[in-house]
């Protein structure tokens, strides 16, 4: 049997070789993390517009199918939340200022012969906490067309009606013409 003998040169890493690869993969790993912030923002941003634009399709297609009404609320009852609700035809219930609270107004609505009631309003969707959405409420007439509110009473649109969908300093926007063609921009 041969005896082997090692050398320095077999040893192994040495402290300066294990010191100089840390050293690589931090600088490496600090230069990832505001790369991965901002795709990580940036999927926040189109998961909240794609949240809000279906939102808006939701409300059409009740307004159609259900033969009634629906208004899209926004930043309804905090900032980022939103709620598809019934358009009933009572100041009193339309104009509630608690008509997000879904302990008021439930979903799903109770189904009884009460107009005050709506049976149709949406859950309360709430958007992650660092989105901020703007823009007017919307209505959406059993025809399918649309329209927006003011001082709660449907006017037509002038022109298309964007919905602005904000994180930090980048927005996308959501487009609602009159005859209610959604788009997401």
């Given at each position: 049997?041969?005896a082997?003998?090692?050398t320095?040169?077999?040893?192994?890493?040495?402290?300066?070789?294990?010191m100089?690869?840390?050293?690589?993969m931090?600088?490496?790993?600090?230069?990832?993390?505001?790369a991965?912030?901002?795709?990580?923002?940036?999927?926040?941003?189109?998961?909240?517009?794609?949240?809000?634009?279906?939102?808006?399709?939701t409300?059409?297609?009740?307004?159609v199918?259900?033969?009634?009404?629906?208004?899209v609320?926004?930043?309804?009852?905090?900032?980022?939340?939103?709620?598809v609700?019934?358009?009933?035809?009572?100041a009193?219930?339309?104009?509630?200022?608690?008509?997000?609270?879904?302990?008021?107004?439930?979903f799903?609505?109770?189904?009884?012969?009460?107009?005050?009631?709506?049976?149709?309003?949406g859950?309360?969707?709430?958007?992650?906490?660092?989105?901020?959405?703007?823009?007017?409420?919307l209505?959406f007439?059993?025809?399918?067309?649309?329209?927006?509110?003011?001082?709660?009473?449907?006017?037509?649109?002038?022109?298309?009606?964007?919905?602005?969908?904000?994180?930090?300093?980048?927005?996308?926007?959501?487009?609602?013409?009159a005859?209610g063609?959604?788009?997401?921009?």
């Amino acid at each position: 049997m041969r005896a082997t003998t090692r050398t320095q040169a077999d040893a192994g890493f040495s402290l300066s070789d294990l010191m100089m690869t840390v050293a690589v993969m931090a600088t490496m790993f600090a230069m990832a993390v505001p790369a991965a912030k901002d795709a990580v923002d940036g999927m926040r941003l189109s998961m909240a517009s794609r949240e809000v634009e279906r939102e808006l399709q939701t409300a059409r297609l009740k307004a159609v199918s259900a033969n009634r009404p629906m208004r899209v609320r926004l930043n309804c009852p905090a900032v980022g939340q939103l709620r598809v609700v019934e358009v009933t035809g009572v100041a009193t219930t339309d104009m509630a200022g608690n008509r997000c609270d879904e302990n008021v107004y439930p979903f799903p609505g109770p189904k009884d012969s009460d107009r005050t009631t709506p049976e149709h309003d949406g859950p309360l969707r709430r958007l992650h906490f660092s989105i901020a959405i703007s823009g007017q409420q919307l209505h959406f007439s059993p025809n399918g067309v649309t329209q927006q509110v003011v001082s709660g009473v449907p006017q037509p649109l002038t022109a298309d009606a964007t919905i602005t969908i904000t994180k930090g300093a980048t927005s996308k926007t959501v487009t609602v013409n009159a005859l209610g063609k959604i788009r997401l921009n």
